[in-house]
């Protein structure tokens, strides 16, 4: 079982590699600048999440050392953050769009817990739960396609219970009623990842 995570978490690294040079070629291409400012925000992403920093989020000291400009980063990773979530929230996104924009939030729970961002690991822990409970069927398809996603994910469901002092009593109902959907959507080991987050 060891074996068979270590090469699982082999071939995540591997597709976020890959998808970090495919979006760096698209940076690089002036001819495809401008055309879709999503894939600039994906770059973002990923390269903070690999410790890459952009030019133009990095300054230069008195003595000529560059460092990353960590305010400027947060800003425009807070603002990816709110824009994918206001998506989600809209009655009149496509089907596509959505599960794009639930994937995106997914992956800064999986950012939060990875970078021990405290502030993103707070705002999951208030908003992803109502984003569970609005789009349940939707959410649970696009966490069993994304399996390294999932126990980052039911970390910041758990959260929401006790976040800030609050929703304590709801936990057990919540996991009560949930339990069902989440067996028939989830295989076993998948399952299991999930629901020990909640012990």
Known sequence: MN?????????MLFMVLGLVSCVSFYQADSTLQGRDKK?????LLLSHFLGIYPEHFQYVDDGGIKHPDELKLFKALEEIYVRNLDLIGQKDQ???????AIRVIMFYAF???QRNSGAFNAYLASDL???YEKNRHRFLRVMSEHPFLISSVCNRLNAFFGFEGNNFSGKNTFVNNN??????????DQQEACLVEFE
């Open 3 to 11: 074996i068979v995570r270590f090469a699982l978490k082999i071939m």
């Open 39 to 43: 894939y600039d925000d994906y770059s």
């Open 94 to 100: 496509g089907e596509g769009k959505l599960d794009e």
């Open 111 to 113: 950012y939060a817990q």
């Open 129 to 131: 739960l109502p984003v």
């Open 179 to 188: 339990i069902p959907h989440v067996k028939k959507a989830l295989l076993p």
